[in-house]
């Protein structure tokens, strides 16, 4: 258990629809970052939250967002979903001064299939 | 902007071998770290070992070291006494500065026994 909880760890969804995945970083952790992993590929950065601040973007769809509430966990909003959209994300999080130097924790993903 | 490369799409070793991954990376900062991820089949990732661009010594942890060449901007990982435990989907990643960090497309690396 590496201690970043993600929910729900599989999501089966249809064209069109709207889901919302979950993350609760690992305890002290301030920062969390989301990632996308399309099949056989390498992780794409999305976005990244710091006590409740949006920080950075990469490449997330306008279709896509992201918030982090007081209590740190950070939920990623997915709407008007597409077949390609389907891919594992993975939420990471680090402590606020030492991620750089350290690396994220990573939790274990939650898949989504759009059919 | 920063750049991680992995040029193996996959190797394969047997088991009690030795294998070398192989990474390379640009950046154009002097102060970055240098990162190996595990991903087995449960898609978990999991940090292998860490470097320091700072540091002239190689990180070693247990079985795994890393092969750090800064002025080619190469990073490898090699791994001793391959054990059928290590099959998995390895990322070289790198953070500099401020920025995220980036992956590479990564190695996946079969166990032979």
């Known amino acids: 258990d590496s201690g970043v909880t993600q929910t729900p760890k599989h999501l089966i969804t249809a064209t069109g629809q709207r889901v919302t995945l979950r993350c609760s970083p690992r305890?002290?952790?301030?920062?969390v970052y989301w990632y996308q992993q399309s099949l056989d590929q390498g992780l794409q950065f999305l976005i990244q939250y710091y006590n409740g601040e949006e920080r950075a973007k990469g490449n997330i769809l306008e279709r896509f967002s992201a918030q982090q509430f007081p209590d740190l966990h950070s939920e990623l909003n997915l709407s008007s979903l597409e077949l390609g959209d389907s891919a594992l994300y993975f939420c990471a999080s680090s402590p606020s001064d030492r991620g750089r130097s350290y690396g994220y924790t990573f939790g274990s993903g939650t898949r989504l299939t759009v059919v | 902007a920063q750049t991680v490369t992995q040029s193996q799409p996959e190797m394969s070793v047997q088991e009690a071998e030795t294998v070398t991954l192989s990474c390379t990376y640009d950046?154009?900062?002097?102060?970055?770290?240098l990162f190996w991820y595990k991903q087995p089949p449960s898609r978990q990732m999991i940090l292998v070992i860490r470097?320091?661009?700072?540091?002239?010594q190689n990180a070693t942890e247990n079985r795994f070291s890393v092969n750090f060449q800064k002025a080619a901007k190469s990073f490898s990982l090699k791994i001793s006494d391959s054990q059928l435990g290590d099959a998995a989907m390895y990322f070289c990643a790198l953070i500099q500065g401020a920025q995220k960090l980036v992956f590479g497309q990564g190695t996946r690396l079969t166990i032979n026994p």
């Open positions: 950046t154009s900062e002097s102060d970055y770290y």
């Open positions: 305890s002290g952790d301030l920062s």
């Open positions: 470097q320091e661009a700072y540091k002239q």
